[in-house]
């Protein structure tokens, strides 16, 4: 019936694609970030610092900055307002680590003025992630059980809005990177070519959405090669 779970199914090549755009754009951040990493800033601050002084120069005086470990963990929690900075980040005086703790503020910044493609992005991501994890269990039961082609098509409508979630990130992070670009500038934070390294450092940690991006859709592309057209029954 299925050929594809049997043999080798040529639309698989959109998700090898997928995964080694994945892949290229993070070890690009990495090593971008690494290479950043070692350039220590003139101003001496720290991410937590060059964080703290950011969000109150914006007014924000409601959002905490905490330290949370692993490589690249920073992350903006708008729903607890902590701004988590990892371990590279928010105890080190590096270029890089202030870039990545100003991208982070630009996001509480976006919460702060209720930036439109941010409040998108939250209400999309409860389908989105539901989606994700439901779409293939869907089909593989439209499949099994034979049915019209209903499950099937539900199943890729609810993939669609983790593709969406992923598009959707896109302005947010690329906003963020430019919010942070424009404060560490205009603020005195980074001198001269420290901000040109931090426009490198932000530039390619929007890579990896980009790349998320397009794995999405390369996926979605497989879902309906595989059972959008099909017209059995
Ligand atoms: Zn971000």
Redesign the pocket.
């Known amino acids: 019936m299925y050929p594809y779970f049997y043999g080798f199914d040529p639309t698989y090549m959109l998700i090898i694609i997928g995964a080694v755009l994945s892949l290229g754009a993070s070890a690009v951040v990495n090593s971008t970030f690494r290479k950043y990493s070692r350039v220590r800033s003139l101003s001496g601050m720290t991410g937590a610092q060059a964080a703290q002084r950011i969000l109150n120069s914006a007014g924000i005086y409601d959002v905490s900055v905490q330290h949370i470990s692993g490589n690249l963990t920073d992350?903006y929690d708008p729903g607890a307002k902590v701004l988590r900075l990892s371990d590279s980040v928010y105890g080190k005086t590096s270029v890089a680590a202030i870039g990545v703790a100003a991208?982070?503020c630009?996001?509480a910044i976006q919460h702060q003025h209720s930036y439109v493609p941010l409040r998108l992005r939250t209400a999309i991501f409860p389908v989105a992630s539901f989606g994700s994890k439901i779409a293939w269990p869907l089909i593989l039961l439209g499949i099994i059980l034979s049915m019209s082609q209903t499950l099937i098509y539900a199943g890729i409508f609810l993939f669609s809005f983790a593709v969406l979630f992923q598009l959707v990130t896109l302005p947010?992070?690329f906003n963020?990177s430019r919010r942070a670009v424009k404060i560490l500038d205009e603020s005195g934070i980074l001198y001269g070519d420290e901000v040109g390294i931090t426009k490198k450092v932000l530039g390619a940690a929007a890579l990896t959405y980009v790349a998320g991006a397009a794995a999405a859709i390369l996926q979605l592309l497989r879902l309906l090669i595989l059972f959008g057209g099909r017209n059995r029954d």
Do not use: D, K, Q, W
């Open positions: 992350h991208h982070e630009g996001h947010v992070e963020a």
